[in-house]
C-alpha cells in the first residue's frame, strides 16, 4: 500500500536537546492520516496526532519513556494500594471520524468502564466510550495541541507532564481546566507528583516505589481533604 502525502505543507519544529523529535504537515486529509497511521502501526516509536487537516508525527526519546514509564507506575501502585479497579489502555491509536481527529496518547486508562474494556481487543470510539484518564509527557512544546482533540473524544482528565511539572486538567464545559486532585484517584495532588518524580532521579527503583506507596496509603487516610 502506498500513501501519499503531496498535498501536506512541513513545517519546522525546533526541539531542545534530548527532546521528542516533530514534524508538523498542514493540509493532510483525512484518509491520508488513517493510512499513515496503519503503516506506521507496527513502529511504536511514532506517534500521530490528528486534527482536522494539522498532522504532527513525532518519535520518542529516552527521557519521554523513562518519564511514561514513571507515571506509569505512579498509576498502577496507587490504584492496586486503593483497591481501584482499571485498565490500561497504553498507547492505543483513539480516531473520532466525525470530527476528524485522532491520536495516540503517551498512557491512557479506563476506570468507568473496567469491565467492557477488559473483553475487548480494540477501541472504536463510535460505539466504545474513550478512556477516562489520558496522560501525556512533552519534553518538547506539540505543535498540534492535543487537548481539543480529548475533549472532543469526552476524555475527563488529563495529566500533563511539561518542563518537569505535572498538572492536572479535568473536562468541565467541553474545555479542560487546571485541578489540584485528580477525579479517579482521590486525594492524589499533581504538585506532589511532581515531587515524587523529580525524587525518582535520585533513589534506587524499589525505594522509590515504596515511597509511592507510602504516599498512596496517605492519600487513602486524607481522601475528603482534598477537592
Not at 536537546?17 to 506506521?40: C, F, P
Not at 473520532?96 to 473496567?114: A, C, I, Q
Not at 479535568?170 to 515531587?195: C, K, M, N, Q
Not at 523529580?198 to 507510602?214: E, K
Amino acid at each position: 500500500m502506498t500513501t501519499s502525502v503531496q498535498t501536506a505543507i512541513p513545517v519546522a519544529v525546533q526541539v531542545p536537546t534530548g527532546a521528542e523529535q516533530r514534524l508538523a504537515l498542514r493540509g493532510v486529509s483525512w484518509e491520508t492520516y488513517k493510512n499513515l497511521s496503519t503503516v506506521l502501526e507496527p513502529h511504536p516509536s511514532v506517534l500521530l496526532t490528528y486534527d482536522r487537516g494539522a498532522l504532527e508525527l513525532m518519535t520518542v526519546s529516552l527521557l519521554h519513556e523513562k518519564l511514561k514509564s514513571l507515571l506509569g507506575d505512579v498509576v498502577k501502585i496507587i490504584t492496586d494500594e486503593m483497591e481501584i479497579d482499571c485498565v490500561s489502555s497504553g498507547q492505543t491509536t483513539l480516531r473520532l471520524e466525525t470530527e476528524e481527529r485522532g491520536l495516540e496518547g503517551d498512557d491512557s486508562y479506563y476506570f468507568t468502564h473496567p469491565e467492557q474494556i477488559r473483553q475487548q481487543e480494540q477501541i472504536d470510539l463510535a460505539a466504545d466510550p474513550a478512556p477516562d484518564l489520558a496522560i501525556e509527557v512533552d519534553i518538547s512544546s506539540p505543535s498540534v495541541s492535543k487537548f481539543p482533540i480529548y475533549a472532543a473524544m469526552g476524555v475527563s482528565e488529563v495529566w500533563r507532564y511539561h518542563k518537569e511539572e505535572l498538572k492536572f486538567f479535568r473536562l468541565i464545559d467541553g474545555a479542560y481546566v487546571e485541578a489540584a486532585s485528580s477525579l479517579f484517584l482521590p486525594g492524589v495532588a499533581a504538585a506532589e507528583l511532581t515531587e515524587l518524580i523529580a525524587a525518582s532521579q535520585a533513589q534506587a527503583s524499589y525505594r522509590w516505589r515504596r515511597g509511592v506507596r507510602a504516599y498512596a496509603q496517605q492519600c487513602k487516610m486524607r481522601r475528603p481533604s482534598i477537592v
